[in-house]
Structures are given as C-alpha cells and as structure tokens.
C-alpha cells in the first residue's frame, strides 16, 4: 500500500542526529523522497550521527533519499540545499526546518557573535529556505513547510521565576524560537490561497534521543517523550489538507490527540506502545 507521502520530495535540516533522524526515516517509510540536510557527513570524534548513518538506515529500509552537506549560518549553503534538492529529486513538497543553535548562558552576557549565529541558524535560515521553496511549491500547487520550536519560546510567569527561568540561560534560544514562530504565522495566512500550510511544532517534553542522551543535553529531571510522537506530529502536519491544517503553533502529544492519530514506528508498522 503507498505510503501518504508517495510521490513527494520533503528537505529535513539537522537530519544527521537527533529529531532530524526520526523525521527522516518516518518520511521515507512513508513514501517520500528525502533531502538530508547536516553539516556532519563522516563520523567526528565526541559528535554522534552523520547524514550517511541516517541515509544508510533510509536505503536498507527499501526508501530513497540524498545528502546535502550544508552549514546552515551560510547564505551559498543554503540556496546550495534547494538547488541540489532540485536537481537529484526533481521537486520540493515539504520542508521541515528541524537544524537549531542553542547557546544555553544567561542573556545579559550572551556575546553578539552568538547571539547573531543563534538567530542566523534558528530564524533567518529557516525564513530563507522557506522563501527559496515557496515559488517551487507554487508551481507545484501546493505544499507543507513545518518550522521545529521549542515550549521555551511561551513566557514565564513571575515574579518569583522558577529555577529554569533564573538558572538555565535560556533566553536567548526562546527569543528565536517565539519569532520563528510569528513569522509562520504570518506566511500561513499569505501563503494560504497557494494552498501551502505553514506550522510549528514543539515537543511536550525533551525528546529522547540516542544522540540527546550521548551528549548529555537532557538534565537528569527533565521529562522526556519518544521521538517516534515527534517525527509522528511533523509528519501529521506535512500529510494533512494544507488548507485547513495550517497556521498552527502546535505542540506535539495534544496535536496527535487532537487529530486521533496514534504515533506509529518509525518505520510505520506498529503503533507505539504507550
């Protein structure tokens, strides 16, 4: 039986590790063809994933998919990713703008270089690509482009702040998150009529990832939830009727609860087990 995304062409930034990864063998098991897009192609030393540990997994599983090295801070990189996504596959129905910097330190003494890479990597990459996909989508007659944020991106409540607040040097990161996701909210609704559906989506909770617990960025209190309920959620909102399914800030679990989907597999088979 063809999968929901036969026939598709789906770009997924940050797909060497991570949420990236899950995102792109759950496309593929359903039929896409999928760009992956990373900086990190061969194996560096104390960094878990590459692109061609994730497009290995893609092609033993029978899907089909290429790998564009690219870094993300970079103008020439980015068209790069279109333009070879083009090239090798022929078209673009979905982007997924999963790649994200987080520089977790207090904000008051954040440095300007990276306080610009964390908005070039985590808004202004995302925005360009959108905008180098949205006329091909066009001329396709429609598509789906879901933007990955974060829960951080709401704010807190205080005084008093919690300890999160006061202690994890978070603001930063939220602050490009929460424009992120007012500038979907803004193509939605100018891109609606073109029938392409511009969403974000957050997880509930940090996700549990091989490469998330290798490198120690989930605190040992955190709650977690599975990446097969993210990649489940993306590939809810890339599969929908871009039409009625769009301009959603959307957080994972609730989202599959409200739509009545059950989170699958990564591979698609089996609904997972809760």
Not at 28 to 33: Q, R, T, V
Not at 138 to 153: A, D, F, K, Y
Not at 223 to 251: K, N
Request: hydrophobic share 45%.
């Amino acid at each position: 039986m063809p999968g929901v995304l036969e026939g598709k062409v789906a770009i997924v930034t940050g797909a060497s590790r991570g949420i990236g990864v899950g995102i792109g063998e759950r496309f593929a098991a359903e039929g896409a063809a999928v760009a992956l897009v990373a900086r990190t192609v061969e194996p560096r030393p104390g960094l878990p994933g590459t692109l061609l540990e994730t497009a290995s997994r893609i092609e033993a599983a029978g899907g089909r998919c290429i790998v564009v090295q690219a870094d993300l801070a970079d103008p020439g990189s980015r068209a790069r990713i279109v333009e070879e996504t083009l090239s090798a596959l022929g078209s673009v129905d979905i982007l997924v703008n999963n790649a994200a910097r987080a520089f977790y330190e207090p904000a008051q003494a954040i440095s300007e270089k990276r306080l610009r890479l964390s908005f070039e990597i985590n808004f202004t990459a995302p925005f360009d690509l959108m905008q180098r996909v949205i006329p091909v989508m066009r001329e396709r007659g429609g598509g789906w482009i879901v933007n990955l944020s974060s829960s951080t991106s709401k704010a807190t409540a205080g005084p008093p702040w919690d300890d999160f607040s006061r202690n994890r040097g978070v603001g930063t990161y939220a602050s490009t998150k929460a424009a992120l996701e007012r500038m979907s909210l803004a193509l939605a609704a100018e891109l609606h009529d073109d029938g392409i559906a511009v969403n974000t989506l957050a997880p509930v909770a940090a996700v549990l990832t091989e490469a998330a617990v290798q490198l120690g960025v989930i605190p040992p209190e955190a709650h977690t939830e599975p990446l097969e309920v993210m990649a489940e959620a993306v590939l809810a909102l890339c599969s929908g009727d871009p039409r009625e399914l769009t301009g959603r800030i959307a957080l994972s679990g609730p989202l599959l609860k409200d739509l009545g989907i059950v989170p699958r597999t990564l591979d698609g088979r089996t609904p997972l087990a809760t």
